[in-house]
């Protein structure tokens, strides 16, 4: 008896029985404390007895950091949040209209200042680009409620001018298919899916639902800009798993291919990427097949030095590597590649859709894996960049070079066409700002390496011997000219450099220095600068406690 009661308690303790609480909503947000030490449990919110969110929280009583959720959508009713996790902790929930934190918000000590990151917890690659009625939509891979992978959802912020953005609630959230993994979103003009409403084109999303089993691609769509979306009842529209006998099968990409008269999804599968095609955005064919590349697909066709006449099609993965090739409207086939134009931290990048014919870029958001080490959120977005195909002594490449419109964000506080290395250095060191940019033309001086150094991290480094920068093999459209132009730009936790006009970029994690503030610059190998030009870098977010 007494060992069936022993056994009995501690399955009690095992199972840790949820415990919940009831919240009547009258403000916007429910504040939860969270700490990365406590073991992740379920929580749900359920209203009316109908379960509204499931999701797994490190809820903690000591927290580290406090994470929020935006319960608007249940104003004026009784929210009932279970958990089976630390139970005292359930009692520290609190509602308000700003979210803990608020008054620090954006000005924590690695917040990007002009990079986009999110409010709270994580994030991965960019989701669902498109240009709307006059604002940019970025959604984006989030787990509100850690600083690390879960929960996948997707997260949205919208912006006038790609530059500053304002995060608005989740956009899609996990289901009973699964969480939702990356897509892409289209504007539905001819109402070919039937879910717009008259003279309102649909936005429509395509996302993977991911769950244990099986990953399957699925349609939302939204009729009020993007706020608030309907899940399709007869999702999935494609689950793939048995035909590759593999479960990767996700990210889709789609857009409308105009001469076929028809929408194009470029789906990753198992070991490359897939070409489907859909008259209605439901129902979807499968074409082709194309081996080399691992997630989160993109196609585009760019004209060739901004030659209308000559366009080619670039189609790249979540790494970044690229073929150029034609496009048929079923069939991608290779000329060229697999090259690169940037490394780094940048993954899973996507491009916008629906930019204006008139304006008729090509502008690319990249995930940046840049650890945000003991802050409330994780990683960031790499600044917006315009891709171009261009052609070059090694044949067609794409280019990337940040959009115009990043040119606000700085502000030229010196120009200088030569000076010496030590003197550039000197006049760099009386900065006290931890963010800039600075464009600098360096030519190595009998040399064969030689770069440049922030507080000790190699930030750059050049080499002519290998062909190298940073490790990567760049060889510069004239290979003797031993000259090479960088534009780099330091955010708070962030650097990112755009090699000879965006010909080759990269990015990386800037090294946190205890108390540190400022730019001790230093040159190193025999390197002379040529010109250097600073800018001072303005922030992007409202100032502490306006918002
Ligand atoms: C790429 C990726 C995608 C997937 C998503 C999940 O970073 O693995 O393939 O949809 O992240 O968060």
């Known amino acids: 008896m007494k060992i069936a009661l022993a056994l009995l308690l501690s399955c009690i303790a095992f199972t840790a029985a949820a415990a919940d609480t009831t919240i009547y909503i009258t403000r916007k947000y429910l504040n939860l404390p969270v700490s990365q030490k406590q073991e992740r449990a379920v929580m749900t919110y359920s209203v009316d007895g109908a379960e509204e969110r499931r999701f797994v929280i490190r809820l903690s009583k000591s927290p580290e950091y406090w994470v929020f959720s935006d319960v608007s959508a249940w104003h004026g009713k009784s929210l009932r949040i279970s958990c089976n996790g630390d139970s005292t902790a359930l009692r520290m929930l609190y509602q308000a209209d700003r979210i803990a934190g608020h008054d620090s918000l954006y000005n924590e000590k690695r917040r990007p200042q002009y990079h986009f990151s999110a409010r709270r917890g994580w994030i991965n690659d960019p989701n669902g680009l498109v240009y709307h009625e006059g604002e940019y939509h970025l959604f984006f891979q ?54 717009g409403e008259a003279g309102k084109p649909a936005m429509v999303a395509l996302y993977t639902a991911d769950s244990p089993e099986r990953q399957v691609q699925c349609v939302a769509y939204s009729s009020d800009k993007g706020r608030t979306w309907t899940k399709y009842t007869k999702n999935p529209v494609i689950d793939s798993k048995e035909k590759w006998d593999s479960k990767d099968t996700r990210d889709p990409r789609v857009f409308w291919y105009a001469p076929g008269k028809h929408w194009v999804m470029v789906l990753n599968e198992r070991d490359g990427h897939s070409i489907y095609t859909s008259s209605n955005l439901k129902k979807w064919k499968y074409e082709s097949h194309v ?251 409202p100032r502490s406690g306006s918002n």
């Open 142 to 195: 989030h787990n509100p409620f850690e600083r690390e992978w879960e929960n996948m959802s997707w997260g949205h912020a919208v912006s006038r001018d790609l530059v500053h953005w304002d995060e608005l609630p989740v956009a899609l959230h996990p289901d009973k298919i699964g969480t939702m993994f990356s897509g892409s979103i289209v504007i539905d003009y001819d109402n070919t899916s039937g879910f």
């Open 291 to 541: 081996t080399g590349f691992w997630e989160c697909p993109d196609l585009f066709e760019l004209a060739v030095d901004g030659d209308r006449q000559q366009k080619k099609w670039v189609m790249y993965g979540a790494s970044g590597t690229y073929m150029i090739g034609n496009f048929n409207g079923k069939t991608f086939t290779p000329e060229s590649g697999k090259y690169y134009y940037t490394t780094g931290s940048i993954y899973a990048a996507q491009t916008f859709s629906n930019i204006p014919e008139a304006d008729g870029r090509r502008i690319q958001i990249g995930w940046g894996r840049i650890q945000q080490r003991g802050m409330p959120f994780n990683n960031m977005m790499l600044l917006p960049t315009e891709l171009t195909l261009r052609k070059t002594k090694n044949g067609i490449r794409l280019f990337s070079v940040p959009v115009k419109e990043t040119e606000q964000l700085f502000t030229s506080v010196a120009k200088i066409p030569g000076m010496s290395t030590s003197i550039a250095e000197k006049h760099l060191a009386v900065s006290t700002e931890n963010e800039m940019r600075m464009k600098i033309k360096f030519r190595l001086n009998h040399a064969t390496e030689g770069g440049l150094s922030l507080l000790g991290q190699r930030i750059l480094t050049y080499n002519m011997n290998f062909n190298t920068i940073n490790g990567v093999f760049y060889s510069p459209e004239d290979p003797t000219s031993m000259e090479i132009t960088a534009d780099i730009y330091i955010d708070r936790s962030s650097v990112e450099v755009f090699i000879d006009g965006g010909a080759y970029s990269y990015s990386m994690e800037r090294m946190p220095e205890e108390g540190y503030m400022g730019m001790p610059f230093k040159f190193f190998g025999a390197v002379d600068l040529e010109s250097i030009e600073v800018f001072r870098a303005n922030k992007i977010w």
